[in-house]
């Protein structure tokens, strides 16, 4: 089992990933740890937003996916798509999915091929 912390505003939360069966690393690879990122980023923000504009949402579901063609190469074909309970009309949900895919970060860091670089760590 891997431990995983993450730690936001220096509040520290742990999650536990199971190991590769096979030698080492974690049984989830970091392509499903990205859809697993757009996924909880958009439920989460549906909740934020729903409360902002005062309509009441019982759950969300999320789904999202990609093809990982190849070692190295990026993603292709990133979809996602949510199912709000709620009991606002349909108009209403549709509008809150387009608002809240609007302002949801991952995606936006995503849309904008956010730069990232290699540090080395020391302790």
């Known amino acids: 089992m891997n ?3 993450v730690t936001t505003a220096g509040a520290q939360q ?3 990933v199971p190991a590769k069966s096979s030698g ?4 989830v690879n970091g392509g499903e740890f990205l859809m697993l990122a757009l996924a909880t980023c958009f439920c989460n923000d549906v909740y934020r937003e729903a409360a902002r504009l005062n309509i009441l949402v019982e759950s969300v579901e ?3 996916s990609a ?5 190295g ?3 292709t074909n990133i979809t996602y798509r949510a199912q709000v309970s709620s009991p606002a009309p349909a108009t209403v949900i549709a ?3 387009r608002q809240t ?3 949801a970060e991952v995606h936006n860091t995503m849309r904008t091929g956010a730069r990232i670089e290699l540090q080395t760590w020391k302790k």
């Open 62 to 64: 999320v789904e999202a």
């Open 67 to 71: 093809e990982f063609p190849g070692v």
């Open 14 to 16: 742990s999650l536990s």
């Open 3 to 5: 431990e995983v912390f």
């Open 101 to 103: 895919d609007v302002v």
């Open 95 to 97: 509008e809150l999915l």
């Open 24 to 27: 080492g690393g974690s049984a």
């Open 73 to 75: 190469l990026s993603a």
